[in-house]
T-cell receptor
Framework: GAVVSQHPSRVICKSGTSVKIECRSLDFQATTMFWYRQFPKKSLMLMATSNEGSKATYEQGVEKDKFLINHASLTLSTLTVTSAHPEDSSFYIC????????????FGQGTRLTVV | KQEVTQIPAALSVPEGENLVLNCSFTDSAIYNLQWFRQDPGKGLTSLLLIQSSQREQTSGRLNASLDKSSGRSTLYIAASQPGDSATYLCALPQTSGSRLTFGEGTQLTVNP
């Protein structure tokens, strides 16, 4: 199947710093990618939809100035957590879908962010 | 708004047993339904994708069925193995190409 690569898999940062997470579709072009957040023992919560060449669409309650999304190419979307705080510690997962109405979604390996 | 429910939330079975995981959804106007597996601390692995026009899909020991009229899908795992232990999630797109709505998942433990 198609491959979505997410990097880094783990990151520890100090409060107040920013962290960038990359999501790449390795063998297909993705005009749309999705960023999810997952709390312990919970399902995935959509944060935003990343659109290539335009602004991301954020879900209600997600601070767009805190979670900056850039989708500069058809194979790369980045999520930057700005001025991170301990409550931002979580598991972040990206998803991409090959073009076509009936294609399946593929997910990255996830990034475990710990803010100390 | 589509709502997805998975029952049971957790399941523990002895090795070798056949088992069924359930997924129900409230809006039957779906494009497809996807089953995923998630190991602790890892991303999601796509297991099976069923299109709305299909009734079932099979991959190895896995068989997923879809009944749109009743808003249900099941994931059947035959001859379960300890390596099958993981959380299983079902998800549906809201519209074509859109984001997925997930169930809460079923945490499966297969005991040797």
């Amino acid at each position: 199947g198609a491959v979505v690569s997410q990097h880094p898999s783990r990151v520890i940062c100090k409060s107040g710093t920013s962290v960038k997470i990359e999501c790449r579709s390795l063998d297909f072009q993705a005009t749309t990618m999705f960023w999810y957040r997952q709390f312990p023992k919970k399902s995935l919560m959509l944060m935003a939809t990343s659109n290539e060449g335009s602004k991301a669409t954020y879900e209600q309650g997600v601070e767009k100035d805190k979670f900056l999304i850039n989708h500069a190419s058809l194979t790369l979307s980045t999520l930057t957590v700005t001025s991170a705080h301990p409550e931002d510690s979580s598991f972040y997962i990206c998803s991409a879908k090959p073009p076509g109405q009936y294609t399946e979604a593929f997910f990255g390996q996830g990034t475990r962010l710990t803010v100390v | 708004k589509q709502e997805v429910t998975q029952i049971p939330a957790a399941l523990s079975v002895p090795e070798g047993e056949n088992l069924v995981l359930n997924c129900s959804f409230t809006d039957s106007a779906i494009y497809n339904l996807q089953w995923f597996r998630q190991d602790p601390g890892k991303g999601l692995t796509s297991l099976l994708l069923i299109q709305s026009s299909q009734r079932e899909q099979t991959s190895g020991r896995l068989n997923a069925s879809l009944d749109k009229s009743s808003g249900r899908s099941t994931l059947y795992i035959a001859a379960s193995q300890p390596g099958d232990s993981a959380t299983y999630l079902c998800a549906l797109p809201q519209t074509s190409g859109s984001r997925l709505t997930f169930g809460e998942g079923t945490q499966l433990t297969v005991n040797p």
